[in-house]
């Protein structure tokens, strides 16, 4: 027996009154919710267009695409990302009353219209691309409630211990060297030269006998440089050898792949902690606020609208979705932006 075909135009009705369902569901949905407080389509375009203006004039993209993903959906997920975060800032800086400081956030438009050539010039911009100058005033005032929350999480976290141990892990980022060399190539003219040098004749011999012609002009002295740096950047035989010295004494021959060199270390300085606290402190700060942040995210109940990716609690970051199952959770990594028609 053969079962009737369904009429044509009651499956056409039955599959426009799904989608039509479908469309509701979707125009409805938040783009994410944050501990019940919701995160709309329209708000996270109208942040997007302001993310994708700020980008531009700072000559970078608003968002890093993923594999086959749209700079558009990248940039949704930037701002998604932002606006997340923000939720969890605002809660903090609602029960601290917090606010952006009015100084800095005129400060900060100020570079902005230095950037592009004025204020006039950034108003012109602005409304080039539909935005108003109040919009970008609100929006520069959100982002920088981020540095009133961080200070204050700062101050109420960081410890003199925890400043005090920075200083002595990153002791070489602090402290400046000096080293000279004569650069040989035998050991035997290397032993003639360090039985000759003293730190009063180390400089003469270097422009008369190095082959570092770069350095011999000045006497054997590589320059100034940040400890962290000169490790960095110079031969580690030769490294070793120079930090093992004290300020004014001569090292016998010492063999790398350029040749033999005799070193003088000229000084070496240690800036002390008061110097380099308030550098300290603001990276201490910057650490604790991050790890403020990983607990809010942690703890708070965020839901993001598959649309635009999901969210990573290890990062806090709005990730492309990656999956090839066939099932209701796939999602495409060019996800339409939030502007565009559900």
Not at 107 to 132: F, H, W
Request: with cysteine; charged share 20%.
């Amino acid at each position: 027996m053969t079962l009737p075909s369904p009429r044509p135009r009651a499956l056409v009705l039955v599959l426009v009154a799904v989608l039509a369902l479908a469309a509701c569901d979707t125009a409805e949905r938040p783009a994410a919710e944050v501990d019940g407080a919701q995160i709309s389509n329209e708000q996270l375009a109208a942040d997007q267009q302001l993310f994708d203006f700020l980008t531009a004039i700072s000559g970078s993209a608003c968002g890093q695409p993923a594999e086959n993903e749209t700079q558009d959906a990248a940039c949704a997920r930037l701002t998604l990302t932002n606006l997340i975060q923000e939720e969890l800032v605002k809660g903090y800086a609602g029960e601290h009353d917090l606010s952006a400081d009015p100084d800095t956030v005129a400060n900060v438009i100020g570079q902005v219209e230095q950037s592009v050539g004025g204020g006039k010039a950034l108003n012109e911009q602005l409304a080039q691309n539909d935005l108003t100058r109040p919009e970008f005033e609100a929006f520069a005032t959100r982002l920088l409630l981020f540095n009133s929350v961080q200070t204050a999480v700062g101050e109420d976290r960081v410890t003199d211990e925890r400043v005090q141990q920075l200083y002595d892990e990153n002791r070489s980022q602090y402290t400046t060297v000096e080293v000279a060399h004569i650069l040989v190539p035998t050991r035997a003219e290397a032993e003639e030269i360090a039985r000759e040098a003293t730190p009063k004749n180390f400089a003469d011999l270097a422009a008369e006998r190095s082959q570092d012609a770069a350095s011999a002009a000045n006497g054997g002295s590589l320059g100034p440089t940040v400890e962290a740096a000169f490790v960095q950047q110079y031969d580690p035989t030769f490294v070793a050898a120079a930090l093992a010295l004290q300020p004014g004494q001569i090292s016998e021959p010492v063999q790398t792949q350029f040749g033999w060199h005799v070193i003088e270390l000229l000084s070496r300085d240690v800036a002390p902690l008061d110097q380099v606290r308030e550098q300290l402190t603001s990276q201490a700060a910057a650490e604790a606020f991050q790890s403020w942040m990983q607990e809010r995210l942690q703890s708070a109940e965020i839901r993001v609208d598959p649309r635009y990716g999901r969210l990573d609690p290890a990062t806090g970051e709005v990730v492309a979705v990656r999956s090839t199952s066939t099932g209701g959770g796939f999602q495409p990594t060019s996800a339409p932006s939030p502007s565009a028609s559900p």
